[in-house]
């Protein structure tokens, strides 16, 4: 029997350092993921080769977005989405980053109306509330710390 485990299956939800999207050497495109290793060890970086930009265009050469461990994959892949169907203008400036936050905020905030619409109309599909569980000790009793950090002893007063 042969078992077939794919090196790198897509998660959307997975936290990622840093995108790029753009131009390589060898007249290649190359998009390069940058995240945590199976192990947490270290960083990877996943990098899918594609078709150059033919001689003679010109544009943009190339999207990195940084994440700092805070965005998801699809959060990245969306704004590369969106800073490519834009049409390219040379400029320079922080307002490019403060734009692209914005978009971000805007999007995740526009994910939570949806969810919180969906489950007013359907509230049978909403998340169960977990009971909390309440420990009370008889009179009398409590719990004393110990020199060991987070080792607590029941003690009777």
Do not use: C, W
């Amino acid at each position: 029997m042969d078992f077939l485990v794919p090196k790198y299956r897509r998660d959307p939800n997975e936290k990622i350092e840093s995108l790029y999207s753009g131009v390589a050497s060898g007249h290649q495109t190359v998009t390069s993921l940058v995240k945590p290793s199976q192990d947490r060890n270290h960083m990877e970086a996943i990098r899918t080769y594609g078709p150059g930009i033919p001689r003679g265009q010109g544009g943009r050469i190339g999207v990195l977005v940084l994440g700092g461990m805070e965005t998801t994959l699809d959060e990245m892949e969306y704004l590369i989405q969106a800073k490519n169907e834009k049409k390219f203008i040379p400029q320079r400036g922080s307002g490019e980053i403060v734009a692209m936050a914005r978009l971000l905020i805007d999007r995740r905030n526009e994910q939570i109306e949806e969810r919180r619409k969906y489950l007013k109309a359907n509230p049978s599909e909403a998340p169960k509330r977990r009971r909390t569980v309440r420990l009370h000790l008889p009179v009398g009793f409590r719990y004393v710390g110990t020199s060991e950090p987070g080792l607590k002893v029941l003690a009777r007063i």
